[in-house]
């Protein structure tokens, strides 16, 4: 417990903001899909002021690194974590306050790891991490919850419209809902069309979107048919369950690491041998539904479903999809930045190396267009203007502009 107290005192030693800051830069990956090259970076308090050719000195040299917008996970699990035994319990035995610092602990591990926003769906203490994290209390990412789940057992569609708006009234930043069962049941429907549509129209009437658990196609296109905003997984989804993600408009996101991550720690999981056989059988699938989901255009983000033991490891998701997948490496960082920005309606305030977005950078050593196990080698992470690693160079003496 003391060494995650060192932890958190340590972060909260995190760089201040100056009033205007100058980063030097060689190679910037904008999050849109360009390429920017010499160029400074120019933050004012927290958000971007110019990208411009250099023109004074600066305070941070980053050059021969490359930048880009601090990377998006709409996906995670951020109070999932292992015992001192390195064993998942489920949060069994935890406290109230070790369920809170194994929350804040995961969220600094994964702004150090460069993800400087993450959608975390399904426990109810990340709002008060979140709080805290946006009060400036606590070093982590920006975070998004839903504060808890929506599945088959949450009652008839009155109930759960309840539910949701609950949820809002809650503090609840979005709605999860579980349309089918789990990869070793086989991603069967589970939820009934009208619990659905229960929860996807109330949340839009709500304003909230809708994050979808759905392996296969049936509970994908109910799903989809019903306003949901973004599926996930989707392994054994079929053509036609795209088509209609591109015509609806809705967000895809086939996760890697979650799958990876639980066949790596085996031993720290008690599921049965049948459960490990499914999620290794699905790493093909998912490979396959990501290609097919490129070629029709499908609006592809970057989601990792962190779950225990993947934290601080999000960037794994990158290596995955390029390496596994044949995913180009533009088209999984642009996942990672302005898409997942677009999907969660945040695209005016992050994902892109732009004016007047919020001062979110990471910066790599090495080029992921090149070789995409660059973005395990993070060097310096920066959100709202505040930089919370920096192992790049030493700061030269200017430490602003004239």
């Known amino acids: 417990m003391m060494r995650r107290y060192l932890l958190l005192a340590c972060a909260a030693a995190a760089i201040a903001p100056a009033q205007r800051v100058v980063l030097d830069t060689s190679l910037i990956l904008d999050g849109r899909g360009g390429t920017l090259r010499n160029q400074q970076i120019v933050i004012s308090g927290t958000k971007i002021e110019a990208v411009a050719p250099r023109k004074a000195a600066a305070a941070y040299d980053l050059r021969g690194?490359?930048?880009?917008?601090?990377?998006?996970?709409?996906?995670?699990?951020?109070?999932?974590?292992?015992?001192?035994?390195?064993?998942?319990?489920?949060?069994?035995?935890?406290?109230?306050?070790?369920?809170?610092?194994?929350?804040?602990?995961?969220?600094?591990?994964?702004?150090?790891?460069?993800?400087?926003?993450?959608?975390?769906?399904?426990?109810?203490?990340?709002?008060?991490?979140?709080?805290?994290?946006?009060?400036?209390?606590l070093p982590g990412p920006r975070i998004l919850t839903s504060l808890s789940q929506i599945n088959e057992r949450s009652g008839d569609p009155d109930a759960i419209r309840d539910l949701v708006r609950r949820t809002k009234s809650e503090g609840g930043d979005l709605i999860k809902i579980f349309a089918t069962t789990g990869m070793s049941a086989g991603g069967a429907q589970s939820m009934s069309d009208q619990q659905i549509q229960a929860a996807?129209?109330?949340?839009?009437?709500?304003?909230?979107?809708?994050?979808?658990?759905?392996?296969?196609?049936?509970?994908?296109?109910?799903?989809?048919?019903?306003?949901?905003?973004?599926?996930?997984?989707?392994?054994?989804?079929?053509?036609?369950?795209?088509?209609?993600?591109?015509?609806?408009?809705?967000?895809?996101d086939p996760n890697f690491l979650v799958l990876h991550n639980y066949l790596d720690n085996r031993a720290s999981f008690d599921f049965p041998a049948a459960s490990f056989t499914s999620l290794e059988n699905a790493i093909a699938p998912t490979a396959e539904i990501l290609r097919r989901a490129r070629a029709r255009k499908v609006k592809i983000v970057l989601g990792t479903d962190a779950?225990?033991?993947?934290?601080?490891?999000?960037?794994?998701?990158?290596?995955?999809?390029?390496r596994d997948a044949g995913d180009r490496p533009m088209d999984a960082i642009v996942s990672a930045t302005s898409m997942?920005?677009?999907?969660?309606?945040?695209?005016?305030?992050?994902?892109?190396?732009?004016?007047?977005?919020?001062?979110?950078?990471?910066?790599?050593?090495?080029?992921?267009l090149e070789d995409i196990t660059a973005v395990r080698r993070v060097v310096f992470v920066m959100k709202g203007g505040r930089i919370y690693r920096n192992a790049a160079r030493a700061p030269v003496k200017s430490t602003s502009v004239k």
């Open 200 to 252: 996807c129209g109330e949340a839009k009437s709500l304003g909230l979107r809708t994050l979808v658990h759905a392996i296969g196609a049936a509970g994908a296109k109910a799903a989809i048919l019903a306003g949901c905003t973004a599926i996930e997984h989707g392994s054994y989804v079929d053509d036609a369950a795209l088509d209609l993600m591109v015509q609806h408009g809705v967000y895809f």
């Open 307 to 322: 779950v225990a033991g993947a934290h601080g490891r999000n960037a794994e998701e990158f290596v995955y999809r390029v």
């Open 340 to 368: 997942a920005a677009e999907s969660l309606n945040l695209q005016s305030t992050i994902g892109a190396v732009a004016p007047g977005l919020e001062a979110d950078l990471v910066a790599v050593e090495g080029n992921p």
């Open 65 to 137: 690194l490359t930048v880009m917008p601090g990377w998006i996970d709409t996906h995670v699990h951020l109070n999932w974590h292992f015992d001192a035994a390195h064993k998942y319990t489920g949060g069994r035995g935890d406290t109230p306050a070790s369920d809170a610092l194994y929350t804040a602990e995961n969220a600094w591990l994964t702004l150090h790891g460069g993800f400087t926003t993450v959608q975390s769906v399904g426990a109810a203490i990340d709002a008060a991490v979140r709080d805290r994290i946006n009060s400036g209390a």
